[in-house]
Each structure stands twice: as C-alpha cells, then as structure tokens.
C-alpha cells in the first residue's frame, strides 16, 4: 500500500478536484461520513459527543461529522478554535450548515471558553479531534496545547480525524502536545505519521478509509513510500516445485559467532533454513564448531584456525572470498565480535565479493571504523542496524535520528549505494532509488536478544532463494514481524523469545502462501 506525505495528499486532492471534476465539498462529506460510520460502530446510538474544529479544512471534516450525528439524533457540542469569521471555503459551506440546523457552536478565544470546553468535555466525553491536519510542523503552543491537554484528561474515548492533531505528518514527531486518540480514521492513504514512532502510538487503533479519490490518480503519482502488506509481499516468495532438489534453493554463506555469542550464529542460521533455504555454510573459530554442529546438524561448518579463542584471523579471507563463488548470499555479522580482524575481514569482503552481502551486528560494527570501505563494493548490500548502530554508522545522534528515521535511512542509502533496514518499532527500509518501505508488524515483546539474528537469518534465506535483496529485505522484514506476532499472541509479550520465532516461522511462510491476494494476516 502507497504512503502520502503532507504535500503529496494535498496533489492528490487537488487532481481529484481540478482533473476528475470531483468537487471538494464532496471529499470533505465523504471524508465526515466516513468517521461517524466507525463512530456508530463503536458506540451505537448511545453517546453524547463534543467535536473540537480548527479553522482548515480538517475543521471542515468535523463540521460534517457534527451534521451527521446531530442529524442521528446524537447530543453533539461543537468548538472552534479561533474566530469562526477566518473559515472558508468548503469549510465554511459546512460550517452554515450546521449553523442553519441549530447546532450548539462555540467559539475558544479566551480562558472561560477552555473551562466551557473542560465542562462540556466532562458531560460529552465522546470527542472527536479535527483540530489539526497533517500538515503540521511547528509546536503546539498557547490555548491549542491546552485545548489538547484538556482532551487527553477529561475525554473517555478521542477520535482523530486524519491524524492525531499535535502530530506531524511526515515524520510522526510530536510537536511537544499531541492527542491520544483511541480510533484514527485516515482517509484514501495513511500518511508517514500515521506510521512513525512516536506519532503512531497517539493513533489507538488505525482505520484507512476510501472517501472517493479514484484509485488511477494514486497509480499515476510516483509516491515513493510504502506500507509493508501482505499485498507487496505475498508474491515474492520462491514457489516450492516437485522436481527440485536443495541446489533449487540456494546456497548461503554465513560468518557468525565467538565465544559467548555462539547463539547468534545459531539463531541466524536456523533461521536461514526455516526461511526455505537450501544449503547453508557457517564459518566459525574451530573451538565452537562442535557447539553449533550439535544444535544445527543441518548446516555445514567450516572450522577455521583461530587467533585466539573463538575469533577467526584476516588468513582466511582467501578462501572466504573463494567460496562465495559458490554462493548466493554472504552474511556478516551476528555475534562475531567486535574485533579488529572481523574489521578487516569485512573491508576485503566488500572490496571482493560479487554476491550480495548482508551486514548486521558487529558486521556494522566493523564498517563503522571506515565507512568509505562501501565505495569500493562490487556488489548489491544490504545493512540491517538498530538506531544505535546506525549512529555510529553516520555520526548522528541517536535523538536526531529517532526523529528523522526516513530521511536518515534514505539518506545513507542513496549515498553510500545500499539498502538500510533501519530497525525499530516501524522499522524503515530505504532504498538507493529512494524508495521507502515502512514496516508496521511486531510487537514490544519483540525487543529481546537474538530477534535481530532471527531477522538476519530470515533476510538470508530470501536472497539466497533468488530474491532481489530490496525485496528479501521488505519480505524479511513483513515475516519477523508477522512471526512475532504470532508468537505474542500464543505466549505474550514478557516471555517471547528469538527462540520462539525461529519455529514459528514456518507457520507464517505458510500462512502467507495460503492466503489468497487482499487477505490480511
């Protein structure tokens, strides 16, 4: 599914407008319509409802949610913030009408129009928010900021209108006060701050609603981001024929593990072969072979002579190097340790291999010492780093980058050539032709030790089946998720471990090719 920015929602409108001949007005009563049916859903006939309108458009959208429930027969109280004699427009054409039908409006200038709107709120305690629209990116200041703070205290249950007002819609930032809805309708795409953290927690439960946009102006718009569904994914899995025989499937090379950190390697690897890998090769220090060949007799191992206990030395990059001549895929990374021969191995890698390589852990780790190593790539990469790497990747802060994912994940992308899977509660792929995928699935029972490896290990089973690796990392990332959540929902959230999702993923794979295109998981 398409994501719109602010300014790209705004296109689409106008084209729907000015193109198709579709009047505004008639989006906006779609768009009105289309909340008070999830209102009904929730509530019934039974509840009494204050409706807090800005001056714009998103008020224009509350005026008509106001119509239509005090038409039903609902006890509504309607707020605008400002002077209702600056509204116009379409606005302003469903502003009379509910002026015309006697509805109670209420204008808030003043701080005995905040205490009228605290009373009311008490008394109406359904609120809908169509204060702000997307477009939002300055702080919320002065009798707005205390409007939202007395929505979020005395509301028992808060629409929003397009998007929690107080969040931008591009990047999810909380523009220092936000309302926490319980239900968002947004309407033709969700918008980036529909999606982003922290903007994506103010939302409660997402609803995308058609208000009659033709679905052709949206194919014909190069929008540049998307939502991971199932739709995008479904049919990127390799088909399974009768007549195959492993070779079918791939052949992955896989460099994981040191002392203390052989579980990385096995959850990688395991991994891998839930994903439908074929043949897998793991290279590891000779004192930890026999650790992992007992709890993974699928794979092949290559002891290596080590320097030390558990790490492998720059003498065997000829031979790594050598072997991925056979390969599909190299992976680095996972529970290597943060050495400088894993620095060095990495460097050689980047500058030698032709098969695509994946870059997590201390594989980025390792890059962070010289990220200019990535000029000298003769291949396709992928780097899957959680927030903090990705700060010593690029030198940002982590702050800056919680509230820049996108720009930082497509800018590294676009300028070092390789694809970002920039983990977090959305994780954000980017890719080096700017494209955007945000992710969605998971849970917080997710954030535990080794789900990255699983991740990883998933990533690598797709890309050595033949995947391109953007879409190995977009599906990859949509079936940890999906198994993470399938997990979670079996033994919760406190006690989920990687563990877990290395058997559940199977099931998901499963699930997904049964399920037939629109079906959601």
């Not at 994501?3 to 193109?19: F, Q």
């Not at 190299?330 to 990495?346: K, M, R």
Request: charged share 25%.
């Amino acid at each position: 599914m398409k994501v719109a920015l602010s300014d790209e929602m705004k296109m689409i409108d106008r084209i729907a407008i000015e193109k198709y001949g579709i009047p505004g007005v008639v989006l906006m009563e779609n768009a009105g319509k289309s909340v008070v049916d999830e209102i009904i859903k929730e509530f019934g006939f039974n509840a009494n409802f204050t409706v807090v309108c800005g001056r714009g458009n998103n008020g224009g959208d509350g005026f008509v949610i106001a119509r239509h429930l005090y038409d039903k027969g609902f006890k509504v109280k309607v707020f605008i913030v400002g002077d209702m004699k600056g509204i116009k427009g379409d606005s302003l054409i469903n502003l009379n009408i509910i002026i015309n039908m006697g509805v109670d409006i209420r204008e808030i200038i003043s701080d005995d129009d905040l205490m009228k709107l605290k009373e009311t709120v008490i008394d109406y305690p359904i609120v809908i928010d169509a204060l702000f629209g997307t477009g939002l990116n300055k702080d919320v200041q002065g009798i707005r900021e205390r409007i939202i703070n007395i929505i979020n205290r005395y509301s028992k249950y808060t629409f929003a209108v397009d998007i929690p007002s107080g969040i931008g819609g591009n990047d999810g930032k909380v523009y220092k006060a936000a309302i926490r809805a319980n239900k968002t309708i947004t309407f033709a795409l969700p918008k980036c701050g529909n999606l982003i953290y922290p903007g994506a927690e103010y939302n409660g439960k997402l609803i995308i609603k058609n208000i009659g946009i033709p679905n052709k102006i949206i194919e014909n718009i190069e929008l540049s981001h998307n939502l991971i569904d199932l739709g995008i994914i479904k049919y990127n899995l390799p088909s399974r024929r009768k007549n195959t025989h492993k070779g079918n499937y791939g052949k992955a090379n896989i460099i994981a593990g040191s002392s203390g950190m052989t579980g990385a390697a096995i959850l990688t690897c395991k991994s891998a072969l839930r994903t439908g890998l074929g043949l897998l090769r793991l290279y590891i220090g000779e004192s930890l072979n026999h650790i992992v060949k007992t709890s993974i007799p699928e794979i092949i191992t290559v002891p290596l002579r080590e320097i030390r206990k558990g790490v492998i030395g720059i003498n065997h990059i000829d031979r790594i190097i050598s072997d991925t001549k056979e390969a599909s895929v190299l992976t680095i990374g996972p529970g290597c340790g943060n050495t400088a021969e894993v620095s060095e191995i990495i460097k050689q890698v980047i500058a030698n291999v032709e098969v695509p390589i994946i870059l997590d852990a201390d594989g980025l780790n390792g890059l962070s010492k010289n990220i200019e190593w990535l000029s000298e790539k003769k291949t396709k990469i992928i780097i899957t780093p959680h927030i903090g790497e990705m700060s010593r990747l690029t030198g940002i802060e982590i702050e800056e980058i919680q509230e820049n994912l996108i720009k930082v994940a497509r800018d590294f992308s676009q300028n070092w050539g390789v694809i970002v899977v920039l983990k977090g509660a959305s994780t954000i792929i980017a890719s080096p032709e700017g494209e955007v995928f945000i992710n969605i699935k998971g849970n917080p029972g997710m954030a535990t030790a080794g789900s990255g490896d699983v991740l990883t290990g998933i990533i690598t089973g797709l890309v050595a089946q033949g995947l391109d690796p953007l879409e190995a990392a977009v599906t990859g990332v949509y079936i940890h998720g999906v198994t993470g959540d399938r997990v979670a929902r079996d033994k919760g959230e406190y006690g989920l471990l990687a563990g877990d999702m290395v058997e559940c993923i199977a099931y998901t794979i499963k699930d997904i090719v049964e399920k037939t295109k629109g079906d959601k998981i």
